[in-house]
């Protein structure tokens, strides 16, 4: 783990959000967002909170399943660093 970051557990994030933990269990299976995974509980670096919220709203607001929720995510991945000169070619982003 790295040290000065902090951690909430799923379960936490879900309580918070007041969502089903099989949602966001489905975001990660999909690789929308990164965990540390030291034990058997799976936690969530604070520097992913904001990702996973944006997933939610998709999948909340307009029914977006988690491929879709991740090719969304990806694509203004694209844009973001495109914005900020960082992506020369769209072949050098994966």
Not at 13 to 33: A, M, P, R, S, Y
């Amino acid at each position: 783990m790295n040290s000065g970051v902090a951690y909430i557990t799923i379960e936490q994030f879900c309580t918070f959000h007041q969502c089903e933990t099989v949602v966001i269990k489905e975001f990660l299976d999909h690789g929308i967002f990164e965990v540390q995974t030291p034990t058997e509980v799976i936690l969530i670096p604070e520097t992913q909170v904001p990702r996973i919220e944006r997933a939610l709203r998709l999948h909340n607001e307009l029914g977006v399943n988690a491929a879709g929720i991740d090719i969304i995510l990806r694509l203004l991945d694209r844009i973001e660093y495109a914005r900020r000169g960082e992506v020369e070619d769209w072949d050098d982003y994966e």
